[in-house]
């Protein structure tokens, strides 16, 4: 049986003027959601994924926001004109993995309205610029309330 669980991304710090969104879909065929421009502070996005809750031993994550193999699942957040912004020297995706996120997790997020599924990343890269690639340090997820 597949249900939801909610998911935050919180970046923060990225370079002020830059356009960050969610991306939705794959490929070419993706629109990026959320968008919005960097300023001082912290940005956040949110969606909802699906999971398996018959196999808690093997987490795996689907939907539209959902990239990657089974075992390899992350998010993108396009950047600059990946996020639809014109007049800018920024093209960039940052990838967030859904990995770590066990079945006890899971099961926190799915009996407690409360819960979110969160994660910090770092906004800002070693070059000064938005943070791209796959994110470094990363963290992990937590389960936190709203």
């Not at 909802?48 to 031993?57: C, D, F, I, L, P």
């Not at 093209?91 to 079945?103: D, F, H, Q």
């Not at 009996?111 to 070693?126: A, C, F, H, Y």
Request: hydrophobic share 35%; charged share 25%; with cysteine.
């Amino acid at each position: 049986m597949e249900k939801e669980i909610l998911f935050r991304i919180i970046l923060q710090e990225p370079p002020p003027g830059v356009d960050f969104g969610l991306q939705k879909g794959k490929g070419s065929n993706y629109e990026t959601i959320q968008k919005q421009r960097s300023k001082a502070g912290h940005l956040q996005f949110e969606f909802a994924a699906r999971v398996n809750t018959e196999k808690a031993s093997l987490v795996d994550f689907l939907g539209p926001f959902v990239q990657g193999p089974r075992g390899e699942r992350f998010v993108y957040l396009d950047i600059g004109s990946y996020a639809g912004q014109t007049n800018t020297v920024w093209s960039r995706r940052l990838k967030i993995p859904l990995a770590g996120i066990n079945g006890k997790m899971i099961n926190d997020c799915l009996n407690d309205p409360q819960l979110i599924m969160e994660t910090k990343v770092p906004g800002t890269g070693r070059d000064g610029g938005p943070n791209c690639a796959t994110v470094k340090p990363f963290d992990g997820w937590k389960a936190v309330k709203r």
